[in-house]
């Protein structure tokens, strides 16, 4: 089976990161990590290949720096890498995101497409929906359990009270949530073999696209305004003394949530 | 000049922006053992510490990652730089010197004779599966009367017809109880000569040794080995004279100036959070000067241990490492360490005589990293030969 894994690099999360004050679009430092998100795919991603003797290829749109997100996800076992990286992607939001990895995979051929249910910096968590779309392909999503055999997609999906089974014909995208697995450690061995696989690097030429296609020029979404999180109130002290269960059934009343 | 950089603009953990020093691979492994020791051994480890027991089912987790043997090359070792070797037992040592312990006594004591003086087929018999962590090896070098002075050593092999006869004790041996394998140093005939011996061999005999106040997560243990019988072919050929376990010693020594660091930073990290938050006298006691001192000083120390143990990390690559200055670097980072322990340990008050911080974890431990690996005297004496070129050994 020829596996398709999106995997993007961020900025590392422990590291608070600006955004640009004219477009409010991430600023991307040269040193960008593994969204963490991604190591679930990507261990999803091995597990099947394992089963069916397949390959994984990670997908990953990026600015130019370093790779070491990509070697991450490489040093866990993955085969190769496609990195689309071009100055004239920058700004490019979602829509414009899912349709330059659809051109991507579609080049590379694939069976399945895992991606994690969203980037832990945008958040916009539609990226994998529209790639399905583009590529004209099922998609399921908030998977907790995937199994993959005879040309079928069979998930656990995520619901408040449990989980659904749901299927779909493969060629198929599947999203998958953190958790559903324990991500395997790079082994050392598979970091020193990361150097030597191949990163293919594209440029939205090399897929077809012009400068207006892509980038903020192609992309219909505009972020008109950031505004922070208000800081967090202090929080209510309740000293016990033999009777404070009453006074927390009250609070938990009054909030509606019993 | 560059862009405006205001105080608080430094990361106080990496001050020296140390990070920047290393490659993207580097970094990988580095990550990668350091999210192994937040997740698989700093959840248990005090346990592990308060009842003296080091789980040998580690051993495999390890060998998975490839932290066994991990700079020695092929027979299923990763095959890293020295650097990256040094960088992981700093990460390891971050979780304890008694981890640290395991993984530098398989690695440099016990898989590294084979490696470098085994026979081949020695090699592939134990390489592997040490590698794997299926075997665990132990290094018979000290006994109980020869410590500094290993050349004084009782221990002794004899020719029995084509065989061997191991008599003698040794004594504080890592993983000694636990280990399928003992590399045994022993007087012979020729001198000073290494022996595999399967610790499943008759007359071969570990007792744990108790009431140990520091490395409680590290199995420690005597060997006795009386009328050993071993074949001809048990002993490691590639070596003969004390420079072969020597040899095996300047390899850990190369991990503990680094493990040290990873020790020290735990504290001082501990130490800066701790003294953030403690309210006395209306203020966090960072805000006292006195504390402010303790803190610069730790920072300073694990700052500078850092350069001192990746400087010569480098100069091991490159082939340019002496002896003597790893000598340097077991001498001044252990004592750096076990001072910034301490030094944390008074920040952190009664807080800090608890297994609730790791502050006196480390402490206790640094005291036997301090003198394990030859002792801070030995090394302060192997570099006064080197800078004076007069021998104090007598």
């Not at chain 2, 007359?203 to 744990?208: L, P």
Request: proline share 5%.
């Amino acid at each position: 089976m020829k596996i398709a894994v999106c995997a993007k690099q961020i900025p590392d999360p422990a590291t608070p990161y600006d955004l640009d004050p004219d477009h409010h679009w991430v600023v991307r430092p040269d040193d960008q990590v593994l969204d963490d998100t991604d190591r679930y795919g990507v261990e999803i991603g091995l597990q099947l290949a394992e089963a069916s003797e397949g390959t994984v290829t990670l997908f990953s749109m990026s600015p130019a720096g370093t790779l070491q997100g990509i070697r991450q996800a490489l040093a866990m076992g993955a085969d190769k890498a496609v990195v689309i990286s071009d100055p004239a992607l920058k700004g490019s939001d979602a829509a414009v995101t899912a349709k330059v990895l659809a051109a991507a995979i579609e080049r590379e051929g694939y069976d399945l497409v895992i991606a994690g249910t969203e980037s832990t910096d945008g958040y916009t968590g539609v990226v994998p929906q529209m790639l399905a779309e583009h590529l004209g392909v099922p998609s399921l999503t908030f998977a907790k359990h995937v199994e993959a055999a005879d040309g079928t997609l069979r998930i656990h999906r995520q619901t408040p009270e449990g989980y659904d089974v749901v299927e779909a014909a493969l060629p198929a995208v599947v999203t998958v949530t953190a958790g559903v697995v324990e991500p395997r450690y790079p082994t050392f061995k598979g970091i020193m073999q990361a150097k030597q696989k191949p990163v293919e690097e594209l440029s939205a030429a090399d897929l077809g696209f012009g400068a207006d296609d892509v980038g903020a020029a192609g992309s219909g979404t505009v972020v008109e305004g950031v505004t922070p999180v208000p800081a967090r109130q202090a929080g209510e002290i309740v000293e016990d003394d033999g009777e404070a269960y009453l006074k927390i059934l009250e609070i938990l009343e009054r909030a509606k949530v019993i | 000049m560059g862009a405006t950089i205001r105080p608080g603009d430094h990361d106080p953990l990496d001050f020296l922006g140390i990070d920047a020093l290393l490659d993207d691979e580097e970094r990988l492994l580095r990550d990668t053992v350091r999210r192994f020791v937040a997740e698989r051994i700093l959840p248990d480890v005090a346990t592990w510490f308060e009842r003296g027991t080091f789980p040998k089912e580690m051993a495999k987790e390890m060998g998975a990652l490839g932290l066994l043997g991990m700079h020695l090359e092929g027979y299923g070792c990763a095959g890293t730089t020295a650097t990256q070797y040094g960088l992981a037992c700093t990460e390891l040592e971050y979780g304890d010197s008694g981890v640290r312990s395991f993984v530098s006594v398989q690695g440099s004591l016990a898989m590294f004779p084979i490696w470098a003086f085994g026979s081949e087929e020695q090699k592939r018999q134990w390489l592997p599966p040490m590698a794997a962590g299926e075997a665990i090896g132990c290094f018979g070098l000290t006994e109980p009367d020869a410590g500094s002075d290993p050349g004084s050593m009782r221990t002794h092999a004899r020719r029995d017809g084509p065989d061997w006869i191991l008599n003698g004790t040794k004594m504080w041996i890592t993983n000694g109880s636990i280990a399928d394998v003992a590399v045994v140093w022993a007087q012979t005939d020729e001198g000073i000569r290494g022996f595999v011996v399967p610790t499943d061999t008759p007359g071969f005999t570990a007792n744990e040794v108790g009431g140990k106040m520091s490395l409680r997560a590290s199995i420690t243990s005597e060997l006795v080995l009386t009328d050993v019988r071993l074949p001809g072919d048990a002993v490691l050929p590639g070596v003969v004279g004390l420079k072969g376990p020597l040899s095996c010693l300047n390899e850990a020594r190369f991990g503990i100036l680094f493990g040290a660091m990873g020790a020290a930073r735990a504290c001082y990290e501990a130490a800066l959070g701790y003294a953030r938050e403690r309210i006395q006298f209306s203020k966090p006691i960072a805000s006292f000067q006195l504390t402010q001192r303790k803190l610069v000083e730790m920072m300073v120390a694990v700052n500078r241990g850092m350069l001192v143990a990746l400087h010569l990390g480098r100069r091991r690559d490159a082939g340019t490492l002496t002896a003597e200055q790893v000598s340097f670097g077991k001498f001044d980072n252990v004592r750096q360490a076990l001072e910034v322990a301490r030094t944390a340990r008074s920040i952190l008050g009664a807080n800090g005589i608890t297994l609730e911080y790791p502050v006196i974890r480390h402490m206790t431990n640094l005291e036997s990293v301090y003198t394990y690996e030859g002792t801070n005297e030995i090394h302060t004496l192997v570099l006064g030969e080197a800078i004076t070129g007069i021998s104090a050994f007598g």
